[in-house]
């Protein structure tokens, strides 16, 4: 391949000097080859490139950065950038889109481990390189590899990696996407395919939920206030609730979908990883060098105080016409769309408390949030003449709408002196995210930046890995050998109907039917949807 390099494109000189915050570290001035493999998919279209366009953006790569993309389709450069220009266009300046795409270049191959054309690819990165170096002193470069491909052919594009196309002066990391496997057996086997070829601290397996505005503050949040490590305990806790709903069904996806289903696909991976940053206890260290392996210990600790889930702490749904969906080929499936899955973890600190993990598909309304309901106030029904006050809540909305509140007492306005329950609130969406539009990076780009940093703390260790499976692959053979039926429910609902009964038993959740929600300047009654 005859590529033109990046060096040679004219760049606003104004945008190259603007500092940003990681303008005096040392990899942003040397040489940067991106390889996006995949690169022809949805996944890249619609995740990566305008992730890597943000970061172009926002000065966050380096000046002189090239990206490569890898994939069986037989197209040429000039056909992949009009592939990539619907799904940036409006995410920045025109120009500075046109900059971004001309340093977007493609290379084909008969397979994903296709030797001669990885090789191909290996000289067009190594002459990039060297004209780094012979017109700048550039004489380091490094190369970052995305792989926006599904897990049966990680084996064979690592092997090609590794023989052909690793940096030779710099460091070369991989970015996996999830799935990690569908049980515990077929993890280790991933895990083994790519471990045969990098070690893991070459590699850095994507949660995109990790890169959320809200889950990167829960450290800061949990470790920099003073009150808040009193009361987060058994002493104070009666439950925690991690919520996942969507209001759209499969969608073409039921094929791929069928064969996970919301456990796998939400709770296994998402909820659970937000939980262990939620729970668990304070690392020695908790930003700068080796911060991020004292961070993934404290959550495979967590990990580890966790039993197996068993049949009788799972409650299943499935939407009704799920079925419909014309990639589905089981028609009598038995996939769950819905679940609601209740944990322990037996430490001094959480011993007792229920962890509820609730998440589905074609319900009322979009939202994921993490809920922490804490015990009555003691003697308060005395103390108030009998009056049945409150419990406070601490709720993080994650989307949409990003805000923190805290549900609180107050007295009734007026002559009475009735509590009643009101909040105590950080609308962050309101207040931070909609005057600047950097404060809240997409996931991914957060995430890209974070790799090229070689900050670990977001990404999923192996270890990590297995134990979840070990947690969830018991109850999820029993599902499916033993053909457990979910509950039906309607397209647009809450659920099905007998899900109530069965949170309400196994968290202790107690309800304020009277809670007052402030929308805006209107005060209304909340529906039991919305608390």
């Given at each position: 391949m005859n590529k033109a390099h990046p060096q040679s494109v004219a760049v606003d000189s104004k945008t190259v000097e603007k500092l940003t915050h990681v303008s005096g570290e040392q990899w942003i001035k040397?040489?940067?080859?991106?390889?996006?493999?995949?690169?022809?998919?949805?996944?890249?279209?619609?995740?990566?490139?305008?992730?890597?366009?943000?970061?172009?953006?926002?000065?966050?790569?380096?000046?002189?950065?090239?990206?490569?993309?890898?994939?069986?389709?037989?197209?040429?450069?000039?056909?992949?950038?009009?592939?990539?220009?619907?799904?940036?266009?409006?995410?920045?300046?025109?120009?500075?889109?046109?900059?971004f795409l001309s340093r977007c270049y493609y290379q084909a191959g008969d397979c994903y481990g296709d030797l001669v054309s990885w090789s191909s690819l290996n000289d067009s990165i190594t002459q990039y390189e060297q004209d780094l170096k012979d017109t700048k002193g550039i004489d380091r470069s490094?190369?970052?590899?995305?792989?926006?491909?599904?897990?049966?052919?990680?084996?064979?594009?690592?092997?090609?990696?590794?023989?052909?196309?690793?940096?030779?002066?710099?460091?070369?990391?991989?970015?996996?996407?999830?799935?990690f496997g569908r049980d515990l057996e077929s993890c280790k086997d991933i895990l083994q395919r790519l471990g045969q070829h990098f070690d893991e601290q070459s590699l850095y397996r994507i949660d995109h939920y990790l890169g959320k505005e809200l889950v990167q503050n829960l450290m800061v949040m949990r470790f920099s206030n003073l009150w808040m490590e009193n009361i987060w305990n058994r002493n104070c806790v009666q439950c925690i609730i991690l919520t996942f709903k969507e209001p759209f069904g499969t969608e073409g996806r039921g094929g791929y979908f069928d064969q996970y289903g919301i456990i796998?696909?939400?709770?296994?991976?998402?909820?659970?990883?937000?939980?262990?940053?939620?729970?668990?206890?304070?690392?020695?260290?908790?930003?700068?060098?080796?911060?991020?392996?004292?961070?993934?210990?404290?959550?495979?600790?967590l990990l580890e105080a966790m039993p197996p889930v068993t049949i009788d702490e799972v409650f299943l749904g499935q939407y009704e016409g799920y079925t419909d969906d014309e990639t589905i080929t089981n028609k009598d499936s038995n996939c769950p769309t819905f679940a609601i899955i209740r944990c322990f973890i037996n430490n001094p600190r959480w011993a007792g408390v229920p962890i509820i993990f609730k998440a589905g598909k074609a319900l009322n309304e979009r939202k994921a949030e993490m809920r922490v309901q804490f015990k009555p106030a003691p003697a308060a029904e005395t103390l108030f003449n009998g009056v049945e006050v409150p419990r406070n809540e601490l709720v993080m909305k994650l989307q949409p709408g990003e805000s923190i509140y805290l549900k609180s007492n107050i007295k009734t306005p007026g002559f009475s002196s009735t509590p009643i329950q009101s909040e105590l609130e950080v609308k962050y969406d309101t207040r931070y995210l909609a005057k600047c539009s950097s404060c809240n990076p997409d996931a991914y780009s957060r995430l890209m930046l974070d790799v090229l940093r070689g900050r670990s703390a977001n990404f999923v260790r192996s270890d990590e890995l297995i134990r979840a499976w070990e947690i969830f692959t018991p109850v999820l053979h029993q599902i499916d050998e033993e053909n457990i039926r979910p509950h039906s429910y309607k397209v647009g609902s809450r659920g099905p109907d007998e899900a109530d009964k069965f949170f309400a038993e196994k968290s202790g959740y107690l309800r304020n039917d009277a809670y007052i929600w402030e929308d805006g300047n209107i005060c209304r009654r909340t529906t039991p949807a919305e608390q």
């Open positions: 040397e040489g940067l080859a991106i390889i996006i493999v995949g690169a022809s998919g949805d996944l890249a279209k619609k995740k990566t490139y305008p992730s890597l366009l943000s970061l172009f953006t926002g000065n966050l790569l380096p000046s002189n950065v090239v990206i490569y993309g890898y994939a069986r389709s037989k197209i040429t450069d000039e056909q992949l950038r009009a592939k990539l220009r619907p799904y940036l266009d409006g995410k920045a300046k025109s120009d500075v889109i046109e900059d490094n190369r970052l590899f995305y792989f926006a491909i599904p897990p049966n052919v990680f084996a064979e594009t690592g092997g090609a990696i590794k023989v052909t196309c690793m940096s030779p002066n710099g460091f070369s990391r991989m970015i996996v996407e999830k799935p796998r696909d939400i709770i296994q991976n998402h909820l659970l990883q937000v939980m262990c940053l939620l729970c668990m206890e304070c690392p020695n260290k908790l930003d700068g060098p080796g911060s991020g392996e004292k961070i993934r210990n404290e959550k495979v600790r």
